[in-house]
């Protein structure tokens, strides 16, 4: 499987390759990279970047991108316009972004109008796709779409300026949205707009956030074509970046176009686990010669490739204790187990009621209630994309899933990886038979997924059970294999979490959190912070250590049918112990 991995990679770069020079086995699909930026289609009248303009361009460029990529990156720039006469600006931003990229040495890019490139194994080549103000239906063919929306859930980025908020748009009367998911991942839609150079005063909602470094902290003025976007955008969805500040603005000639006069100009969010940023901004092309805009773009492109880590957990969402769990690097999800006795649907709905944002899975609980269908890899694509939209209006993210069994032989465990994938689950939580590991850490590192080795009591998890066990297992293997802790077997066991937290270490992926009411095997969960597990102590130690797990799980195992209120009373306690431990 590994040498697999490799020839995989060999096949993109192949690729990649092929798509620079205008070729994929054969078959044309872009010009060649050193002309595209600079000539437009029938539609565009052949424009061509002037010479003065090019050079303004190339002068503005950032002298260094603002993280250093973990791998060489690839962009992919798509910036067909449908029917739309189109934006002369898409061409300043194909030029910017190539020759930044080259510049900083932060990605390569390839630039198409060739829906092709949407294939499956086209798409593998890049780490993230940017929409440069493409308008109208840009491709109609589902599968296409169904590879899009699988490469974005799954892990790679998005980007989008401009009228990309009206890309999939079928354009002109009688036309309107023709792929609401693509709008749902973008977190906007519409292209209402005032003047094409208005001025306005941008307000700074995320101060101190990555993307927000070229800017000034107190607001600052722009002048460009604004779009007031609506449905579905969100607060509650995205995680606004600047918008219109309207005390600061004059916005007198027209009425509002929104009631709550929330004009966001750029955010950013995560869709599963891809990695989503949109502006506006993009209408004229002076944006392209700004320093202060490429620098801007720069970190965007970054943050959308992978390599700028930046929080997104949706401005509406983020209460005081949630910033301070954002700044720890402590997501606090709900374990679906605590609620296994109800539907996948109804516990996202709990988890939202509880005010978590994040949500571990599980393989054998039902979906919904009008299906007898389980959460796991026998779930059909439409069925997906329900639970996809399910947490998206939420406003959850499912970041692990306990799954009960993984297959050890390669097919089987490609289809357990590939349901992960297009789950956006970032750790899968199981007990394999040991002679299984091997195969299921191919898939891990192949996939880029965690495997957490979940521990029950020494009987039902003879090499899983003990940290001293549960490392033995892990010694040898790549990071990508760790554990899941689940406390209260630990407490019933005879084990302290704290020293075994100081066994574990940074192989500690996943904590599924219990306080018990005594240290018995008969012991039973209570509100955390009122039994005998130390709970507080536990989380101090794991600060101490600098360790940040990929999800702790509000896991709670008692009052199945009525527990919500016990529930409640431990998320608000991990919100005043990660208030504190965030100072």
Not at 29 to 35: D, E, G, K, L, R
Not at 328 to 352: C, D, N, Q, S, V
């Amino acid at each position: 499987m590994r040498f697999q991995k490799l020839n995989t990679r060999i096949v993109q770069c192949i690729v990649f390759w092929c798509l620079s020079w205008g070729m994929v086995w054969g078959r044309p699909v872009a010009t060649p990279v050193a002309s595209a930026y600079q000539v437009g289609g029938v539609e565009d009248k052949g424009f061509v970047i002037p010479a003065k303009d090019r050079d303004m361009i190339i002068a503005a460029l950032p002298e260094r991108a603002p993280a250093t990529p973990n791998e060489m990156r690839r962009l992919l720039i798509f910036d067909l316009n449908v029917v739309y006469g189109g934006h002369p600006s898409r061409f300043y931003a194909n030029l910017a972004f190539q020759e930044m990229g080259k510049k900083t040495g932060a990605f390569e890019t390839v630039i198409t109008r060739d829906p092709r490139v949407f294939e499956k194994e086209n798409l593998a080549a890049f780490d993230a796709v940017f929409f440069n103000s493409t308008v109208g239906n840009q491709f109609t063919d589902p599968q296409l779409r169904q590879n899009l929306m699988e490469f974005i859930y799954g892990g790679g980025g998005v980007m989008g300026t401009h009228g990309t908020t009206v890309a999939f748009w079928r354009w002109g009367p009688g036309g309107g949205d023709d792929w609401q998911e693509f709008g749902r991942m973008l977190g906007g839609r519409g292209a209402r707009h005032r003047a094409g150079q208005e001025r306005a005063v941008m307000k700074v909602d995320s101060p101190g956030h990555p993307l927000m470094a070229p800017f000034p902290s107190e607001g600052f003025e722009l002048i460009d074509e604004f779009f007031r976007v609506r449905e579905p955008y969100s607060r509650d969805r995205v995680r606004v970046l600047f918008s219109i500040d309207t005390e600061k603005t004059d916005l007198s000639s027209k009425p509002h176009e929104r009631e709550d006069r929330d004009y966001a100009v750029a955010w950013v969010r995560h869709y599963g686990r891809g990695r989503v940023f949109n502006t506006t901004v993009g209408h004229n092309p002076y944006q392209f010669w700004d320093p202060t805009m490429l620098s801007f773009f720069l970190g965007a492109a970054q943050f959308a490739l992978g390599d700028l880590p930046a929080p997104t957990i949706p401005s509406g969402r983020l209460t005081p204790a949630i910033a301070a769990q954002e700044k720890l690097g402590w997501p606090l999800g709900m374990t679906a187990y605590t609620f296994h006795r109800y539907t996948l649907f109804e516990t996202i709905a709990k988890t939202e009621e509880v005010g978590l944002v994040y949500l571990g899975g599980l393989s054998f609980q039902k979906v919904r209630k009008d299906s007898d269908k389980r959460f796991d890899a026998q779930l059909s694509d439409d069925e997906l994309k329900a639970i996809r939209l399910k947490l998206d209006d939420a406003g959850v993210r499912m970041l692990t899933c306990f799954y009960a069994r993984i297959p050890g032989d390669e097919q089987g465990c490609r289809a357990v990886f590939e349901f992960a994938r297009k789950m956006g689950i970032e750790t899968l939580i199981s007990e394999p038979p040991l002679e299984s590991l091997d195969t299921i850490e191919s898939f891990c590192d192949a996939y880029d997924i965690n495997l957490a080795l979940h521990n029950h009591d020494r009987k039902a998890s003879p090499h899983y059970w003990s940290p001293e066990a549960v490392m033995k297992v892990c010694a040898g293997r790549g990071l990508r294999i760790g554990v899941c802790a689940d406390l209260g077997y630990w407490i019933r066991s005879g084990i302290d979490p704290l020293a075994a937290v100081k066994t574990v270490g940074q192989r500690l992926l996943v904590v599924q959190m219990h306080d018990l009411n005594e240290l018995t095997l008969q012991g039973h969960d209570v509100p955390w912070g009122t039994g005998v597990g130390r709970t507080e102590a536990f989380l101090k130690e794991v600060h101490r250590q600098g360790i940040q797990p990929k999800m702790f799980g509000l896991e709670y195992s008692y009052d199945w049918e009525d527990s919500l209120p016990e529930v409640t009373t431990s998320a608000r306690f991990f919100d005043k112990v990660t208030l504190e431990l965030a100072k």
